[in-house]
């Protein structure tokens, strides 16, 4: 694994209002730990952020989601934009107080959703023509439209737009949508120099160590508050997945954030830590929840399972969420079985905790130089879901996604 | 309108944990102000109950209905019966450990929803054979077994099994059903002889003066300590609903609670009230949330509509509800857009905190004896929905609770 250096202190960041400090790193291996201040607050770092691609954490409410021990969110451009549109959210005072959100907000670009949601695109280096998700409409996204509708939400750190190509393109088309990616970065760099949201960059490259290594390397130089490795977690194995971490982080400058989009699971996370990453985002704790299936030490746990219909103490008797404090497995296995909506509520809550609990835990390994342990530790009890199993349903929503629906 | 009388003082409930004191009467109407002490806790009448009826308020936690203002909800044994059965609520603890809720709970005994929703009913003196919403599976119910079922759940209040004939049913089906509504009645309370929740009797005679009066006084005689007034807001005009409140009252005794099922609305309610109601359950508060109405003191406004989606303020300025001290209308409007939860939860915080709002303004105009002019304010800046459209909208309900829909 080539992914460790030396971790220079606080760098002050003249161009943007986001700062991110180095605290620890693991003795025993790559992870780290920092801070990430931005406009809206300050977050320990390793940090998950639940996924409010619509301005919503699904099911909860923002008290809900600081309860949880959640600090950050990611929103989504793109969803934001074709509805309620970017002007309403610019008129209603910004994103924070639209959704009435007062930490820090991080928001996609929406190059990941035109190239897997959206209809009928038409790319060129200008920018992509795209038809909505939601009714066909067509509308044009370029680099600068980019950074400009993500300054108007107010968020506190915005992403490049790129082009984010399917798992199993070709070489040659991968090493264009890289390279584009980074054509597209400089642009919304020279675009974003007002002072607005921290800009991170995107490293594209699919599946090629070297194409990763050269998109790593350019835009470290082009000089960016915060670094994303983007193109992953769609349907390659983890093997895969955490090569990629392992040839891209190396390149990356030591004292900015890393940030790795779409990822994950709790197993990925740990994985991603051990790889150096600091910052993740994912919708799949809170869509798996709504799905019945809860995180415990032990790996994930289907609600719905006919064992839990009578089982009095609650899913996790170790957590210390509202659901798991408040009632018994029986119970939510009968909200799940009669579809009732507060399943969907405590669910999300519990797994969120969840994933608070774990970054906390991971925060603290690093600090205390035990992460190897901690992370063999961790993934010896925790059960992942088969690889198969994974995909399938990941392929599954994207395409109910696609349909428009929930 | 002839419903008015002397209240009593206290009555001391020897076979029941129930008891009922009357506490203020209207100077200027029968409307009445009391109180409920039930063994798990007190609550002031008149009151509105949420309805829980498959042991949760859809859409909230506990605490979200407490934080409301209610303090007593509803669920149904029929509901509970067929999922996740009595036998497992028992084993748990009761309903009260299952749903974590410590207020009083009142449960109706399943006679409703065994005509309105089950399928393929057999029906004869001894009890109803009927056929599950659920999965068409067969089941047997008589008044016995509704108080055992009952009992078994642990609640506070529970009702004696009725049979609810269509209001569409001619006059000798209504009296059919109201004679064998009454001798189940008895059977009930013959049954219930065991300290356990109190049994409340229901009045049924459809749209018949003579009828409801004439099962008023039978019931009364045999003592129970509460009454409701049942098969009334099934399709029949609002006037002809308030007729048979005015034709049962009378007959009812002054010293136990009077409970009008499945009403209503916030001018139902109202006018309930005026007719010498102490309690009140309906879906609709929480029913019409879930499709954007939402309740204001000039009356039901669909956030759904385009001018919501750039309104700053709240929907209602002066509610003291989470939503509204939180969320623009225009988030409001995104949200049931958008189809996302938090829509369906902040919209039943609403309207049940609206429910709860006009409980206390109700109670504390029977104290100060001014409830007449209360409700004639009340009423003129109330816009209340077409009754076309309501009862069109409460049938389309109907057909999809007994599709096994949600």
């Not at 549109?85 to 009435?100: E, K, S």
């Not at 597209?184 to 290594?213: M, N």
């Amino acid at each position: 694994m080539l992914c460790c250096g030396e971790g220079p202190a606080w760098r002050s960041e003249t161009t943007s209002a986001v700062g991110f400090r180095l605290l620890a790193s693991s003795g025993d291996g790559c992870a780290r730990a920092g801070e990430l201040a931005t406009p809206h607050g300050t977050v320990a770092t390793p940090v998950f952020l639940p996924v409010a691609s619509q301005g919503t954490v699904k099911a909860l409410a923002p008290r809900d989601i600081k309860a949880a021990g959640l600090g950050m969110v990611l929103a989504n451009m793109y969803h934001l934009y074709l509805r309620p549109g970017i002007q309403v959210i610019r008129d209603m005072g910004g994103l924070h107080r639209f959704m009435a959100w007062d930490g820090p907000i991080l928001t996609d670009s929406g190059g990941y959703q035109v190239f897997s949601l959206a209809g009928l695109r038409r790319l060129s280096d200008e920018g992509v023509t795209f038809r909505s998700h939601i009714d066909g409409s067509t509308h044009h996204l370029t680099p600068e439209l980019a950074v400009e509708y993500q300054e108007s939400l107010g968020v506190d750190v915005m992403m490049a737009l790129d082009e984010c190509p399917p798992h199993d393109s070709t070489r040659e088309q991968v090493e264009e949508a890289t390279d584009r990616t980074l054509r597209w970065a400089e642009r919304c760099l020279t675009a974003s120099q007002g002072g607005g949201p921290a800009l991170f960059a995107i490293v594209q490259g699919g599946a090629h160590a070297d194409l990763r290594k050269r998109a790593a390397q350019s835009l470290h130089s082009l000089g960016f508050p915060g670094y994303a490795i983007g193109g992953l977690s769609l349907g390659e194995s983890k093997g895969t997945m955490l090569e990629m971490i392992e040839a891209t982080v190396p390149f990356l400058p030591e004292d900015r954030p890393r940030y790795l989009m779409g990822v994950g699971s709790p197993e990925d996370v740990v994985e991603g830590v051990a790889r150096g990453i600091d910052i993740f985002d994912c919708a799949l704790p809170t869509r798996v929840a709504r799905n019945g299936a809860l995180f415990t030490p032990s790996g994930r746990k289907n609600i719905r399972n006919a064992a839990y219909a009578v089982m009095k103490t609650p899913v996790d008797p170790d957590c210390a969420c509202y659901a798991c404090r408040t009632f018994s497995a029986a119970y939510l296995h009968h909200l799940f079985n009669a579809r009732e909506l507060l399943a969907y509520y405590l669910a999300t809550v519990h797994n969120l905790t969840f994933m608070a609990s774990l970054m906390g835990r991971i925060r603290r390994a690093v600090a205390s130089g035990t992460y190897v342990s901690f992370r063999g530790e961790f993934l010896d009890r925790y059960r992942p879901t088969d690889d198969e199993v994974r995909i399938g349903q990941k392929e599954k929503w994207l395409r109910k996604q696609r349909s428009g629906g929930k």
